[in-house]
């Protein structure tokens, strides 16, 4: 089944909206000042000050509506979390608002944005009570551009939230067909056994075991332009395989094609947008099942580049499908080659749920994607290809080895396997959690896309357009 496509929108712009006022504790007085006595009364009363999600809405003379008041908090709390203005926009009764007053710039982008995605809901299956208030695009705001940016993030979230049982192999590619359809996109799926015709024997490896066979899907976008090909890991449920994960371990990993829906929710982004680039998106698509037929420890796969790789944990799958997924983009030798996935427990460690943490080796990349980060609130941190560390994933029996014993910098040395298979262009990785823990302002709990609206924003410094 098809993911619908999701379609946030902002509300047409009104005579009626009702306006928005947002404070700080610090302007909260001002703005109070402003208002006609008995509001400024009436906000005082409510113990309104400005902080984070305070809501306040105000009355006219017959008794509707006439303005509301949104607190965002001081710099402390603004620097402990993002998206502050849709955490109170989330408690305002029914209507049509409009932002009314200083903020602007980067702070009204995120506001607007915030809202756009603080109306995100997964209802496929169960009603879920939309969002009251509507937000009218202020002026100076690309509009259009946020509800782009909040229609790929949608896209994200809907495919990791659809649980396993509804997201095979099978609906992934169906919903890289959507897309690709959507924006008439060339897209080619090689599936099962073909997969070794083809040459993609880790991909057919991992997947085989599974009744919803394994596959390689292959996009395609633009006529001209710098080529970034994005890789994202697909798989759409991670058992652990015969080394089976505990239960806890294997109670999110559904969530497991994270990487494959973040980059679909980012193809979305800049195809809609229209970017002057060609853009290849591959997903090794598998669900890493336990049968008589799975892959086992101490097997060892030739790879579709041709190092061998003994497989010392058939749960660190992940880097078995990307690995012949990264091998065919490095093919064409594109001038970017970006890898998302949820790779390792131990990136989580490092880092939390937060934040993306990513790999490269070129400063200029890596500054251009954290400034990006900072600009557009997508927090990421950038972690070392280290060099060193490459005697740890040669298990002498074989090139490779897929899961080193020690279990030291074990998302570096994920990392630097996949490194071993790109030889021709630059190459970046990220290894994404994709699930948000808690709902935040903006983030409902649940599937999440991360480092994907940073790459956005930095993609013009990073292929020059
Ligand atoms: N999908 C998991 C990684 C993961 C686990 C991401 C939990 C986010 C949350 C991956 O396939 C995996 O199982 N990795 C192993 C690798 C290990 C066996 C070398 C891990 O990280 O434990
Ligand atoms: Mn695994
Ligand atoms: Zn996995």
């Known amino acids: 089944m098809l993911i619908p496509a999701p379609n946030p929108r902002f509300a047409p712009s009104s005579p009626d909206s009702i306006a928005l006022i947002t404070c700080t504790p610090d302007t909260v007085d001002a703005a109070l000042g402003a208002l006609p006595k008995s509001q400024a009364s009436w906000a005082r009363a409510q ?38 203005a849709a955490a109170a926009m989330r408690k305002l009764p029914s209507g049509v608002y409009q932002f009314a007053d200083g903020l602007a710039g980067a702070a009204l982008e995120e506001a607007c944005l915030g809202w756009l995605l603080e109306t995100y809901r997964f209802d496929r299956y169960a009603a879920q009570k939309p969002m009251a208030a509507q937000l009218v695009a202020p002026d100076g705001v690309d509009a259009e551009r946020l509800e782009i940016i909040a229609a790929g993030e949608f896209l994200t979230r809907d495919l990791i939230n659809t649980p396993a049982s509804d997201m095979g192999p099978d609906n992934l590619e169906a919903a890289a067909r959507g897309l690709a359809n959507t924006h008439q996109a060339k897209i080619d799926v090689t599936t099962g056994d073909a997969l070794l015709a083809a040459n993609f024997p880790m991909i057919h490896a991992v997947g085989r075991a599974a009744d919803r066979a394994p596959r390689l899907i292959d996009m395609r976008w633009g006529k001209a332009g710098p080529k970034l090909t994005l890789v994202g890991k697909g798989v759409c449920f991670d058992t652990g395989g015969l080394n089976i994960k505990p239960g806890a371990s294997m109670g999110l990993m559904k969530k497991d094609m994270g990487g494959a829906a973040a980059v679909l929710g980012l193809a979305h982004m800049i195809m809609a947008l229209g970017l002057p680039m060609q ?16 892959f086992r420890p101490q097997d060892i796969l030739t790879s579709r580049k041709g190092l061998t790789v003994e497989i010392n944990n058939t749960d660190a799958e992940g880097r078995l499908v990307l690995a012949d997924a990264l091998a065919l983009a490095d093919e064409d030798a594109p001038d970017q080659i970006i890898s998302m996935a949820t790779l390792t427990g131990a990136a989580r460690v490092a880092v939390g749920p937060d934040i993306a943490p990513f790999f490269t080796d070129d400063d200029g990349m890596a500054n251009h994607i954290a400034a990006a980060s900072r600009a557009v609130a997508d927090p990421v941190w950038r972690m070392p290809f280290h060099d060193p560390y490459e005697a740890m994933i040669e298990p002498g029996v074989a090139d490779l080895d897929n899961a080193p014993k020690g279990g030291f910098a074990g998302a570096t040395t994920a990392a630097l396997f996949l490194r071993r298979f790109v030889d021709t262009a630059p190459y970046t990785h990220f290894d994404i959690y994709g699930w948000q823990p808690t709902a935040a302002p903006a983030r409902a709990k649940g599937g999440v896309g991360q480092g994907t609206r940073a790459l956005l924003h930095a993609l013009p410094d990073i292929l020059g357009f």
């Open 47 to 84: 113990g309104f000050q400005g902080g984070v999600a305070d809501c306040v809405v105000l009355p006219n003379a017959e008794g509707g509506l006439a303005a509301a008041l949104i607190g965002l908090g001081d710099a402390k709390a603004q620097k402990r979390d993002r998206f502050l």
């Open 279 to 294: 853009l290849r998106v591959l997903i090794p698509a598998v669900e890493n099942s336990i049968g008589g037929n799975a």
